[in-house]
C-alpha cells in the first residue's frame, strides 16, 4: 500500500529563501559578521588569558595607578563600539540596498525599521 506524494507549493518566504538575491545578501552578511565576530572573540579570550596567566604584565603599570590591564579592558569597550559603528556603516552600504531591492520585487509591506520611523 503506498501512500499518495505530497506535493507542496513552495510558500513565498520560502521563494525568497531560496532566491539568489537573498543569498547573496545572506552571503554578505555572513562574510562580515563571522570574522569579526571570531576575532573580537578572539581578542576577549586574549585578554582573560593575559589576566589569568600574565599577571606581572597585565600589573605593569603604565601611567602613575594604571596598568596594561585596565587599559586593555578599556580597550575593549573601544573595541565594541567600534565594531557597532564598522557593522552600521557597512549595512548601510552593502546590506540595506538588496534587502531594500529583495522586499520591493516581491511587493512585501514589510519596512526595515529605520524606514518606519520616518
Given at each position: 500500500m503506498e501512500s499518495?506524494?505530497?506535493?507542496?507549493?513552495?510558500?513565498?518566504?520560502?521563494?525568497i529563501d531560496e532566491s539568489r538575491e537573498f543569498c547573496a545578501l545572506r552571503h554578505s552578511f555572513r562574510s562580515f559578521a563571522f570574522p569579526v565576530t571570531i576575532g573580537f572573540v578572539l581578542w576577549y579570550l586574549l585578554y582573560i588569558l593575559l589576566?589569568?596567566?600574565?599577571?606581572?604584565?597585565?600589573?605593569?603599570?603604565?601611567?602613575?595607578?594604571?596598568?596594561?590591564a585596565l587599559v586593555l579592558g578599556?580597550?575593549?569597550?573601544?573595541?565594541?563600539?567600534?565594531?557597532?559603528?564598522?557593522?552600521?556603516?557597512?549595512?548601510?552600504?552593502?546590506?540595506?540596498p538588496p534587502a531594500a531591492a529583495i522586499r520591493e520585487a516581491q511587493g512585501a509591506v514589510v519596512h526595515a525599521p529605520r524606514e518606519a520611523a520616518e
Open positions: 499518495p506524494s505530497i506535493t507542496t507549493v513552495p510558500t513565498e518566504v520560502q521563494l589576566s589569568s596567566y600574565a599577571p606581572g604584565l597585565m600589573g605593569t603599570r603604565v601611567v602613575g595607578h594604571i596598568n596594561v578599556l580597550l575593549q569597550f573601544v573595541t565594541t563600539f567600534a565594531i557597532a559603528a564598522w557593522y552600521a556603516r557597512y549595512a548601510d552600504r552593502r546590506l540595506d
